[in-house]
């Protein structure tokens, strides 16, 4: 009798399920278990109770036993029967009948890497990483460090890019690698994470924006080296603006391909060799012959028709030269059409049929370079990805290029702030593009003076636009009438949210330059701050007109208005006569930057002089003057 008959008969005797079960248990058709342990999350519980059939059956792949291992009952799950060929690596990979399942291959293997790096540091206290740099210093060998990179080939040779990327430098002294020194870095900015992202097909694009010397040329190198070997069918094309450039590329390529005392790229493709080169062209190939090279490299404004391709990736490097180009709109258009017309129709499908993937990899340094109109064509692509990373942590204020051999500080941007204008630091160090089309105060527009005219200037003025929320500039010139025009001698231009300092400062600019009149911006309690400026003004004895006055009209609007004027009566101090990042090196910087077309940008500075233009030519306003004390 069976179990369906057992339970029929119970059931005419009108029986419960719970009668019915314990009649099985008593009678011992059905024993009980406490489950005691996790081997089976999530399946079963810790601490869950079971029934079981102690009579066995007919056992099918994937059934959960219950089995007596010296007279202990384990809880376990068939993953082979009678029958099957079970091998079992010695980094515990599993295989079954001949099957191979990759994706839980790698699973087993960064499992096998975690397990290496977990017994490392309880034994030395630190990583595998400490521990090679420390046998190759005290030149020993350790079978750990052995085991590790059998682990990383295995992952190298089934297109993992982090230990791809590790691999290829295996002999390498560790002061002279380039990925490991940056790999935790890399790993942050989710620049590796984006690059298997390629290799899996999870992205079409890639668009990565670094600081100069950050090694974004030099990681696409190895990564360029490693698809050569993955895809040893297809070919790849790297496009830049320099023949230098590319020529240095090509090189860096063809040396980690090649250089067997260096690299350790024979030994992850042991069956791939360089068949021909060309240096001349900068392009060589890999295995057999196919129609194209497996790397090749060109410049901008090279006659490429029909002379090179790409299949797998089409790789863009730094397509604007410097800021001159970034300047002229005309020079953008042209690079535009260079990359659509030339570089992208230079793409084919691959051997697999998939479309050629691109990553492009620059300085930014215009909202309409090659990078900025790719992101707005594909603006919410989600197989588009852009990766952009300024010089610090605007959290912590930590550099994000600290490495750890041969990496950039805080204290190193600090100085190249010191050194450079606001607008190209933005560029280069901040990965803030400048909107350039559309500047209303551009750099050879603007007015400058060496020296001041001789005799006592008819006025002392000044106009003040007070800090807002966020990022907002308290932005205060100083200016000298003669005649017609505005010298502009002195200012207060800084972002502190300290309002005490804000005041001090004020004060300070308009005592030390004898300031006349100055007039502030009601707006945003701009009434507030001009009379706790007069009152640190009146303190030290110095008498100034100060008066507040509200802001009625569109702000875009009015710096429009204005910006003609400020052009032809405001004059700027020479450039020499300052530094980039003093007050009034910024304020000039914040004043060219501004543009009719952009948005989110910095207004204060343009702001502040529109109010000055409209006060200076009687502008539609009415002002309240705030009662100051009689100098008699």
Known sequence: MNYGEIINKLKKQGCSALEIINNFICTGLLCRTTVNGRSMNPTIQDGERLLYNPFVGKINHGDICIVNVNEKLLIKRVIAIGGDHLTISIYGSVAINGEKDNEYGLQLTKRAKELIEDFCTAKTGGTIWDLEKYAFANKTEYELINWFYDILLIEAQHKVVDSGFRYLEKKREPKERFYMPRRKQFLKMGLIEALQGMIDDKYDILCVSLIPGAGKTTIEKMFNALVAGWFPNDFCLFYSHSGDITRMYYDGVYDIVTNADEYAWNEIFPSLTVTSTNAKLEQFNIGKYKPFPSVQCTSVGSKNAGKVRASKFLLVDDMIGGIEEALNPMVLDKLWDKYAVDARQRKIQDTDGHNCKEIHIATRWSVHDVIGRIQNMYAGNKRVKTIAVPDVDPV???????????????????????????????????????????????????????????????????????????????????????????????????????????????????????????????????????????????????????????TETNKEARIFQCSNWILQHIIFKDASLYKPNEPYGVMVSLLKQYSVSGKKQLDDVPDVFSNFALRMTKGNRIKQTVIISSPI
């Open 396 to 550: 912590t204020g930590e550099s994000n290029f600290d490495y750890e051999y041969s990496g950039f500080t805080k204290e190193f941007f600090a100085d190249q702030q010191l050194l450079m204008d606001e607008i190209s630091y933005r560029c280069l160090y901040k990965q803030e593009p400048i909107e350039r089309e559309g500047l209303l105060f551009p750099d050879d527009k603007i007015r400058r003076y060496l020296n001041l005219p001789h005799g006592e200037p008819e006025i002392v003025t000044a106009q003040c636009d007070t800090k807002g929320k966020g990022t907002d500039y308290f932005v205060l010139p100083v200016l000298q009438k003669h005649g017609e025009d505005y010298y502009c001698i002195d200012c207060v231009c800084d972002n502190t949210a300290d309002y005490e300092e804000q005041y001090r400062n004020a004060a300070g600019v308009l005592v030390n330059n004898k300031v006349q009149e100055c007039e502030f911006e009601r707006n945003a309690g701009g009434d507030r701050v001009a009379m706790e400026v007069n009152k640190r003004v009146e303190s030290v004895g110095w008498i100034c007109n100060i008066t507040d006055t509200p």
